[in-house]
Nanobody
Framework: VQLVESGGGLVQPGGSLRLSCAAS????????MRWYRQVPGKERELVAD????????NYADSVKGRFTISRDNAKNTVYLQMNSLKPEDTAVYYC?????WGQGAQVTVSS
């Protein structure tokens, strides 16, 4: 099983980024997928999750209305579209599925 995130970077407050997580080694379309984030010294926080078909999504209160999780089962990829980014969104973002973690993608929101 491998989960590989991409799309992180530095963005100004109010900006947007889209994270991608490419999955391999398992039947991606059968599993719920999640995005977490972690700030140094704090516990990893669940940001969003999506059902296997994409028909059901859930979000942390802190990102509702700004972030959108989606997936493309034909491409074995889950996405996290992040809009109206705030400095407090700065963290390492991790993809999670089937008990496995990606390597993380750094997102820094700063002017």
């Amino acid at each position: 099983v491998q989960l590989v995130e991409s799309g992180g970077g530095l963005v100004q407050p109010g900006g947007s980024l889209r994270l991608s997580c490419a999955a391999s080694g398992f039947t991606f379309s059968s599993y719920r997928m999640r995005w977490y984030r972690q700030v140094p010294g704090k516990e990893r926080e669940l940001v969003a999750d999506i059902s296997s078909t994409g028909g059901s999504t859930n979000y942390a209160d802190s990102v509702k209305g700004r972030f959108t999780i989606s997936r493309d089962n034909a491409k074995n990829t889950v996405y996290l579209q992040m809009n109206s980014l705030k400095p407090e969104d700065t963290a390492v973002y991790y993809c999670f599925g089937l008990g496995y973690w990606g390597q993380g993608a750094q997102v820094t929101v700063s002017s």
